[in-house]
C-alpha cells in the first residue's frame, strides 16, 4: 500500500536539501530502543549566501502544466501577516517532493502543520489528495491569505475527490488529531523547524497525529540557517563551532524527547539570496 511507508521526515539545510527518515521508537519498523540512537547521517554544511523569501515561480509546476496562483505578504507594512504570509526555499523544495511522490499524495488524507499561505498543502491537493487539512498557528489575518489561496486554486483541485479545510493550530496545545480524519497518510510542514523555541511543542503536536491518526508519513522541510552573532560591535560568522546547524541540533534533542527518530534519505542542492539571517 503506497499510503503505509515507514513514518518520515524531509529536511532541508544549506545549500543542500538533507532527505531525513523519522520514526516513532514504537512504530512498526526495526528501530533503536533507546531515544539517543539515531540513524541520521548528516552533511555539516554552511551556506556561503542569504536566505530569503522565493517568487511563486519557485513552485513546480503541476502535472497538467497549471501553476498555483499563491498569493504573499510582505514582511513589513499593514497588509503583513509575519514570516507565515511569505513564500520560502523549502515550501518550494517540499512541492518538488510531493511531485515527485505523487503515488503517496493521490488518494491520501494529508495534514499541513505551520501551513503559512497553504502552498504545500493545496499543492497536495491539485495532486489528488483525498483530503487535505491546513493548520497554523499564526493570528485570523494569516488564516484568512490560506482561505484566499484556496479559493484562487479551486480551479485546481477536484471538488468531489478532495476536500480542504483550514484550521487553527498552536503547536503542543489542544487535541490536533481529534479535529482530523481518524487515519492520515502524510504529515507536512515546511520551514517549520527554524525557531528553537517551538521545537518541543512541534515535536508534541508530531507525537500526538503519529499516535491518534494511524502513524502517518512525517515530511518536514527545514531549511539550514548560517548563524551570525553580533560580537564587540562586529558580525562573526559561526564556522568555527564546526558547520554545524545548532537549531537542526536541537531539534534532534526534542524529537528524541518526544521519541521520535531521524535519519538521512537524500540531498537536492538550493540556492538563496536576499536577507541575512542575524542572531543577537
Known amino acids: 500500500n503506497a499510503h503505509n511507508p515507514p513514518s518520515s521526515f524531509l529536511l532541508i539545510w544549506g545549500k543542500m536539501l538533507g532527505l531525513l527518515v523519522l520514526f516513532p521508537f514504537h512504530g512498526l519498523c526495526h528501530l533503536p530502543q533507546h531515544p539517543s540512537q539515531t540513524s541520521a547521517s548528516l552533511i555539516h554544511t554552511f551556506e556561503s549566501e542569504p536566505i530569503a523569501p522565493v517568487s511563486l515561480s519557485e513552485l513546480p509546476p503541476l502535472p497538467t502544466g497549471a501553476r498555483l496562483d499563491v498569493e504573499t505578504r510582505g514582511l513589513v507594512g499593514g497588509s503583513s501577516v509575519g514570516l507565515g504570509g511569505k513564500l520560502w526555499p523549502s515550501a518550494a523544495a517540499l512541492a518538488r517532493w510531493l511531485r515527485s511522490h505523487r503515488a503517496l499524495v493521490e488518494g ?7 501551513c503559512g499561505t497553504g502552498a504545500v ?12 487539512t491546513l493548520t497554523d498557528g499564526g493570528d485570523e489575518r494569516l488564516l484568512r491569505v490560506a482561505m484566499a489561496n484556496l479559493e484562487a486554486n479551486r480551479a485546481h ?5 478532495c476536500h480542504v479545510r ?13 479535529s482530523l480524519p481518524a487515519r492520515v497518510h502524510l504529515l507536512v510542514g515546511s520551514d517549520v523547524t527554524y525557531a ?10 508530531i507525537r500526538s497525529v503519529l499516535d491518534e491518526c494511524g502513524q502517518p508519513r512525517v515530511v518536514l522541510a527545514h531549511e539550514h540557517r548560517r548563524i551570525r552573532l553580533v560580537a564587540g560591535g562586529g558580525v562573526a560568522d559561526r564556522a568555527d563551532r564546526g558547520a554545524w546547524d545548532e537549531g537542526l541540533e536541537h531539534f534532534h534533542e526534542e524529537a528524541a524527547r518526544a521519541r521520535l527518530q531521524v535519519s538521512t534519505l537524500g540531498l537536492e542542492h538550493q540556492a538563496k539570496h536576499g536577507l541575512r539571517d542575524i542572531a543577537s
Request: charged share 10%.
Open 108 to 114: 491520501a488524507h494529508v495534514v499541513e502543520l505551520g
Open 157 to 161: 483541485i477536484d471538488p468531489t475527490g
Open 166 to 178: 483550514i484550521l487553527r493550530h498552536e503547536w503542543g496545545t489542544g487535541q490536533l488529531s481529534a
Open 121 to 132: 498543502g493545496l499543492y497536495a491537493a491539485a495532486l489528488g489528495a483525498a483530503s487535505v
Open 196 to 205: 528553537r523555541q517551538t521545537h518541543a511543542q512541534l515535536c508534541t503536536s
